[in-house]
């Protein structure tokens, strides 16, 4: 299994990030390899929906809900795309002066064999790609 954390401050309101962040529609304008998003209803505690993403050629359908969502304060969502499943757990905090700081907890695990041999190969590429969607978060929503 991968577990690691993720801190970020974005300059903006911590209702208007969460407004954002919590729409399943935005994933694509700041997640690398995103082609679409297909969701089903509402956002909220229970809500569905799959992401579709392209890498290395290949094209992977994660299936996502979410099973805690307390508006403007924290975000729970599980995953599951083949044999890997995730698990994010992202909280909102205000950070003064307009600021908001995001935490997010990421679990994921690869699944079968590849995953327990692939877990040391791919952690430090998936953290890393992490990071570096992070900052197009943080840029897109500060310039909003």
């Known amino acids: 299994m991968i577990i ?72 729970v969502e599980k995953a599951r795309g083949g044999p890997a499943t995730n698990s994010i757990t992202t909280t909102f905090t205000d950070a003064g002066g307009g600021r908001t700081r995001m935490d997010s907890h990421v679990e994921i695990d690869l699944g079968g ?3 327990r041999l692939g877990d040391k190969l791919a952690a430090g590429k998936l953290k890393s790609q992490a990071k570096s969607d992070q900052q197009r978060l943080k840029k897109v929503l500060e310039s909003l």
């Open 113 to 115: 064999v590849l995953g």
């Open 4 to 75: 690691f954390d993720l801190s970020l401050e974005i300059a903006a309101p911590r209702a208007d990030v969460f407004a954002w962040w919590s729409d399943p529609h935005n994933i694509p304008k700041w997640q690398s390899g995103v082609v679409r998003v297909d969701f089903e209803g509402e956002a909220g505690k229970g809500a569905r929906y799959t992401v579709v993403r392209k890498a290395l050629g290949m094209t992977q359908e994660m299936r996502t809900t979410i099973i805690d969502f307390v508006d403007g304060e924290r975000l």
